[in-house]
């Protein structure tokens, strides 16, 4: 055969496989794949890479960004696909193979994926060592648990300096501010790129942070901002990796009152063991600008914080996953945060994540449980509700003032569980040497609950009792009180006291 023939025919295989291998056999969507698209997210998270591998309509695989890394699956009919990565009734991304290549729409917005070339592949980011581990100076701040809204419970990614403006409003209008909610947090979205000098900035949909900063000082509240020791945060916007004291100079001089510094993309440089000098890296950045600023350390519970958080200057700490808006997720984080109860305490507090209430996923009783178990457990007070549309139902909740009073008592002791069983019972110690108690009905029907006052181990001598739900002093006889509390929902009763022993 000559040499021409020969090519010729390798060349017409050629064409016959490349249709073939591509959609008869089964197995074209196996391979590499480089995603581009524009304004796909923001900043790095333009691009990504799927790993995938296809048997007959399966697809198996992972799906990266500069983010993480995340399992993938799918299936594909024809030229069809449907990949699933976060959402198991959803699929993340949608489209067909045209041509060799991947069309479809990510999130909703497009996307083409074609075989990946090395230049695709993610940079590798110099490895920069944390610093040795010492003991970071208390900055003197979050005496009591830090209160306040963020916007990460309801606005996700779509949030911008409108909304901030418009939240400060709502603050001021719905008696929240006076309530004591005053840290009004920008979540993670807010970052652009950085300017030549390194600087970082807003992308477009914030324009001007001091301003904003400003606005939000004008109101009487506290501004609080948020980055990662990552490259990108949890939704792949940029974040301060290698450029910590720089961005802490640069809040700083915003006039920034609170950062939350969110693990994220952290994970993909560091080993957990480094964790703590990481935040610690932070933690002397921020005390160095010389501006009181409330560091709150988001790694989810690893390497267990609670024991470490306020050795690096943590104000408060992630003591789990994040909530969602419903029962079990609520209830978990909760439970799973009780045995870092000894390590919260004035300037110091263990973190179960931002409440919920308002934003629909649960029953009310069940909110004034979310809002009944944060208070006993001292935790920080952070809503994710929709401001510009609160519900008086909302209000009762965030704003009830006897409640909020348990959670900022100055004495700061976590509650713990002492029943467990279908009535849940919690109490807290009180800095009057009295004690609130909790009970919390997890079953499917109302039951009767009994409170003894020999459960609540007073410290002082008890003067009268009050239902911080009901609003109602109650009786104690014989040294019990017995009230019925409907499913998922809280009994919550303070006993106040005289003659503490401090
Ligand atoms: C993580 C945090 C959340 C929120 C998002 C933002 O998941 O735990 O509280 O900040 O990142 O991407």
């Not at 979050?142 to 409108?162: C, H, I, L, R």
């Not at 952070?382 to 704003?399: C, P, R, V």
Request: aromatic share 10%; net charge neutral; proline share 6%.
């Amino acid at each position: 055969m000559s040499r021409g023939k020969y090519a010729v025919r390798v060349c017409f295989l050629a064409m016959l496989w490349i249709p073939l291998n591509s959609y008869a056999d089964g197995q074209g969507l196996t391979g590499r794949w480089s995603a581009y698209g524009k304004e796909l997210w923001s900043g790095d998270r333009e691009r990504a890479i799927f790993v995938l591998n296809q048997k007959g309509t399966a697809i198996t695989g992972t799906f990266e960004s500069l983010t993480g890394k995340t399992n993938v699956k799918g299936t594909v009919t024809g030229d069809h696909f449907e990949i699933f990565a976060w959402d198991p009734k959803s699929p993340s991304f949608v489209g067909q193979l045209v041509n060799g290549q991947m069309h479809g729409t990510m999130f909703g917005r497009s996307f083409v994926a074609r075989p990946a070339q090395p230049q695709d592949e993610f940079p590798k980011l110099r490895y920069i060592k944390p610093p040795r581990l010492r003991h970071v100076p208390y900055n003197g701040l979050a005496k009591t648990p830090p209160m306040g809204w963020n916007s990460w419970n309801y606005f996700g990614e779509d949030v911008n300096e409108a909304d901030i403006r418009a939240a400060a409003d709502a603050l001021v209008s719905s008696g929240m501010r006076d309530a004591g909610y005053v840290y009004l947090n920008i979540d993670g979205t807010w970052q652009g790129h950085r300017d030549s000098q390194g600087n970082l900035l807003p992308n477009k949909k914030f324009t001007d942070i001091k301003a904003l900063a400003d606005y939000v000082h004008s109101k009487g509240l506290k501004i609080g901002i948020y980055s990662s020791p990552g490259p990108v945060d949890c939704a792949g916007y940029p974040t301060s990796y290698g450029h910590e004291k720089q961005d802490a100079k640069t809040f700083a001089k915003w006039g920034v009152d609170y950062l939350k510094w969110d693990w994220c993309s952290a994970e993909k440089i560091y080993p957990d063991k480094h964790i703590r000098a990481v935040y610690q890296k932070m933690g002397d950045a921020l005390l160095a600008t010389g501006r009181p600023i409330v560091f709150s350390l988001c790694e989810y519970g690893k390497a267990n914080v609670a024991t470490w958080g306020a050795d690096v200057g943590g104000n408060l700490w992630r003591t789990t996953d994040d909530i969602r808006d419903n029962w079990e997720s609520m209830m978990a984080n909760i439970e799973k945060q009780a045995p870092s109860a000894p390590f919260a305490g004035p300037g110091h507090w263990n973190d179960p994540d931002m409440l919920e209430i308002g934003n629909g996923g649960m029953t009310s009783d069940e909110y004034r449980t979310h809002m009944s178990l944060w208070a006993l457990a001292a935790a920080p007070l952070i809503a994710g509700n929709n401001l510009q549309k609160l519900s008086e139902d909302t209000k009762s909740i965030l704003l009830n003032k006897e409640v909020i009073a348990v959670d900022q008592d100055p004495l700061g002791k976590q509650a713990t569980p002492i029943r467990n069983g279908n009535l849940e019972m919690w109490v807290k110690p009180m800095a009057d040497g009295g004690a609130v108690v909790g009970v919390v009905n997890l079953g499917s029907s109302t039951l009767p609950a009994t409170v003894r006052i020999g459960d609540l181990r007073l410290r002082g001598n008890p003067t009268h009792a009050r239902d911080l739900w009901a609003h109602q002093e109650v009786e104690f006889t014989d040294g019990a009180y017995t009230a019925d509390v409907s499913t998922h929902a809280p009994l919550l009763v303070r006993v106040f006291a005289k003659g503490a022993d401090q």
